[in-house]
């Protein structure tokens, strides 16, 4: 076996090396009769094993080929059609979310208005409340103390005509001393 081995490592030349040196060709051919012979048929070998190997790159290749036809029709047959679809549901679901967040920013516009108009009924409320408040505190007012209180102090201090309208008894009907007739200083 182990010359078997050596046959095949004499047999196996570097042709590359040989190419580039062709004084050794003919050196080798000089020793070597058989050697033209042997170096042709390892040629043929190294090119045997290269039409192997790119028939098996070939092979690849059409397998590759294959796998990417069958991609392609599964894309034009199952993809594409679910695609066209799902385009056509995002397209519908936008437009859909489009109305929607119109709708919805015309309620809080509503809303807003509605809220602003609250806004001016409580402050009217509470400012006609407190006009009602004060229109009947001072009602009670004159009531309890027998004088309009919206006549200026200087007229009551004169004498005038809240004292000569309420008379001795005040409009609560209590007997009371004028104000004016305490405040006035006698001369």
Known sequence: MASKAQGAEKDEFD????????EKIKMLMKRDPK????????????????MLQKKAKLDEIA??????????????SHITP???????????????RDQVKQQCDA????VKDLEAEARALIQK????????YRATATQRMEEARGFSSSTP????????????TLGATGAAGRST???TAAAKPST
């Open 15 to 22: 042709v590359k090396g040989l190419n580039q040196d062709p």
């Open 35 to 50: 050697f033209i012979e042997r170096l042709i048929t390892q040629l043929d070998k190294n090119m045997h094993k290269m």
């Open 63 to 76: 397998q590759a080929e294959k796998e990417i036809e069958t991609i392609n029709s599964q894309i034009k």
């Open 82 to 96: 679910n695609l066209e679809r799902l385009e056509g549901s995002i397209k519908s679901k936008r437009e859909l």
């Open 107 to 110: 309620e809080f516009a509503k």
């Open 125 to 132: 409320s509470r400012h006609t409340a407190g006009k009602l």
């Open 153 to 164: 102090t200087t007229t009551l201090l004169k004498g005038g005509a809240a004292t000569a």
């Open 177 to 179: 001393m004028s104000t």
